[in-house]
C-alpha cells in the first residue's frame, strides 16, 4: 500500500492552483533540461487557453516554447520527430477532443517506436491533454478519452487529483524515456492547496496509486477529476454508517493492482468511479483485475458508476451525466450489505 | 535562460491581417512554380556536364538495385519474405535519394523504399526486416540516419519535419530527406507535414515518387491538381517537377535541394514523375488496372536503359564495364540469397522486452506466462520421440 507521507510543513506553503502547479512543473523542467521543448496552439504568446504556459515563450523564447500551426497531427509528428534528434518535445492538445486528429500518430508511431526499434529509439515525449466535463464546456470540450489510451501498448496514461501530484507527475511524465499522455482533469485546474513551489514535493515513480482517504467498509477507485467527488461521497456516507477507503490511482497504464488489491482485500467491497462512459470503459478493466484477483475477499460483485454511455451531453444538460455524490452512494447502498445485518 | 533565437517565426511574425486594399500577398508565387514539363538531363546537352564518375556510379548502382529487387521478389516466392513491394522501374529515384544525402544526413523511406536504404548503406538484411517479418526495424535509426520503413501513407514526413527543426535548432546543419508517393500527397499528414516544414523553414526535402498507382487507383482519381509538384506553391515553398527515370537530373534536382535547404533556404517539393514496372506487391494483380501497352511504353523509358544509352554514346561505359555492374549486382544477390535462407534467430521473450523502459507489472505477469508455455513446449520437444509429434 502506498499513502502519501505527511511531509514537514512548508515554509512558505501559499494556496496555489493546480494550473500554476502544473506551468511550474514546465517551466521547472525546462530550466533543467535545454532538450525540453514545450509546443501546440496558441502556447506561446498567449500562454495557452488554459494559461497552463503562460510566461514560458518570454522566459526561454520562441524555439522552446513553441505557437505552431493549427494542426494536432502535425504537431505531435514533428514532436516525434524532434524526439528522434534527442530533444523531450511536451505537446499541449488544446481539449480532450482536438487530440483525435493526433490519434494515428499517437497509435502508430508515439505508442510503437521503442518497440519496434527494439529498444534503440526511445520517444521521450508527453502529450498533455485537458480532459474531462463539468466546467460548462459545449460539444467537443469535455470528453474522457482515457479508454482509447488505455488501449494502446506502448503508452503511459497518467492523471493527477491534486496540486501536488500535478506537479510531482509532469516533472515524472517529462523526465521519463517513455511517452506519456498526461490527462488534466480541467475542472479541477482552479482547484487549490496550500503548496510551496520552492519546495515541491517528489513524487513517486509513475505507477503507484495512493490511498486518498482510509476507511474499513469499501473501497472507492477512482482517479483524477472524480476523486474529489469521491472524498466527498466518503463524507457523506458517513451519516449511513459506512467508512469508506478512496483509491486514487494516478497512473491507469501502468496499473497498481497491488495498492488497489490491498484495500479491496481489507475493504471486501469496491465501486470503480469514472466520467468515462462504462461500456469499454477503465472500470470494466479495474472490476475485472480486482475480481480476479480478490474474488475470495469479496463481499459483494464490484460496481462501477460512470457517464453514462451517451455523447458527451450539452452543458446545460451535464449534471445528469456526471457520477456525483448521490450516484455513488446508491452504488455503495447495492453492495450487499443485507448479509451483514 | 533568456535564449530568445532569431527563427522564421520571428521574421514571419509581422504579418498582420489587414483589410482591403491594404492586403498584398506574403510571397511572389512565381519563383516556386514547377517547370511545365519534368527535367531531364540524360540525352540533352546538360549531360555533357556532368560528371562521368557520377554517372558511373548511378549506373552500377541501379544495376544493382534492379537486380536487389529481382531477388527480393523470388525470395517471396520461396516463402523468405512475407511480402515485397518492388520498386523496380523507380531505382533511380531510390539511389538519387540516397546519393544526394551526405552521411550526416537522414533519410525518412516508406515501405517501398528499402532500397534507397540499401544505396545509402545499410545492410539489406537489416533492411527487410519489415517485410521478412522477424522484427519491425531491424537496424539502429540513430546509426543509420535512416527511419523505420515507415508503412502508415505519409506519417513519417512529420517526423522528417520535425528532425529536421530539431537539428536546425542546434545548428547541426543536417538535412532530412522524405519520400512519399503520389497516393501518399491525398494524406492529411502530408500537408500538415509541409505547412511545417515552410512555416518553420525546416530544412526538409520532400521527394514525391509519382509511380502513376496508389496500388490500383491511378493519379486522376488522387488529384487535380496541375502536376504534384504544383502542390508546393500553396506552402510557400518551391516545387519541382523531374523526370524520375533520369538519375542524373534526379541526382542534380535533389542535391541542389539538399544544399538549399543546408543553408538555410528552408524545404523544397520535388515531384519526381517515374512507373512501378512491377505490381504494387507480390500479393497484387495490376492486370486488373493497367494494360501491357502502357507498361511497354515504360519500359522504353527504362532508367537503367537511359543512362546505359548517354554513358555508352560517351564512350564512358564499354562491355567490360557492364559485366563488371552485372557481377557486382550478382553478387549481391547470391549474398542476400544465402543469408535469407537462414532462420533469423528468434527470441519470443523479445516481445516484452521493449514496450516500455521497464515493463509493467501487468507485462512481467504475461512475459512469466509466455515464459512458462516456451519452457512447457521445450520439455515436450525434449521427450516426446522424434516423428510422434506432441
Redesign the interface.
Known sequence: MTTVAAKPAAVAAKPATMAQALGRALRDAMAEDPAVHVMGEDVGTLGGVFRITDGLAGEFGDDRCTDTPLAEAGILGTAVGMAMYGLRPVVEMQFDAFAYPAFEQLVSHVARMRNRTKGRMPLPLTVRVPYGGGIGGVEHHSDSSEAYYMATPGLHVVTPSTVADAYGLLRAAIASDDPVVFLEPKRLYWSKADWNPEHPLAVEPIGRAVVRRSGRSATLITYGPSVPVCLEAAEAARAEGWDLEVVDLRSLVPFDDETVCASVRRTGRAVVVHESGGFGGPGGEIAARVTERCFHHLEAPVLRVAGFDIPYPPPMLERHHLPGVDRILDAVARLQWEAES | ?????L?V??QRGTYRPAPPPAWQPRTDAAPLLPDAEPYRVLGTEAARQADPGLLRRLYAELVRGRRYNAQATALTKQGRLAVYPSSTGQEACQVAAALALEDRDWLFPSYRDTLAAIARGLDPVQALSLLRGD???GY????HRI??LCT?LA?Q???????????R??GDGVV?LAMVGDGGTSE??FH??L??AA?WQAPVVFLVQNNGFAISVPLAKQTAAPSLAHKAVGYGMPGRLVDGNDAAALHEVLTEAVRHARAGGGPTLVEAVTYRIDAHTNADDATRYRGDAEVQAWRDHDPIALLARELTERGLLDEEAVRKARDDAEAVAADLRARMNQDPGLDPM?LF?????EP???LREQAAQLRAELDAEAEGTATTPEGTGR
Do not use: C, I
Open positions: 535562460m533568456k535564449s530568445r533565437s527563427t517565426m520571428d522484427w519491425h526495424t539502429d535509426p540513430r546509426e527511419a523505420p502508415p506519417t514526413l512529420p517526423h522528417a519535419v520535425g528532425l529536421a527543426h530539431a537539428a535548432l542546434k532530412a492529411g499528414d500538415e507535414a505547412n511545417f512555416v523479445d522486452a521493449h514496450v516500455y523502459a509493467t507489472p501487468q
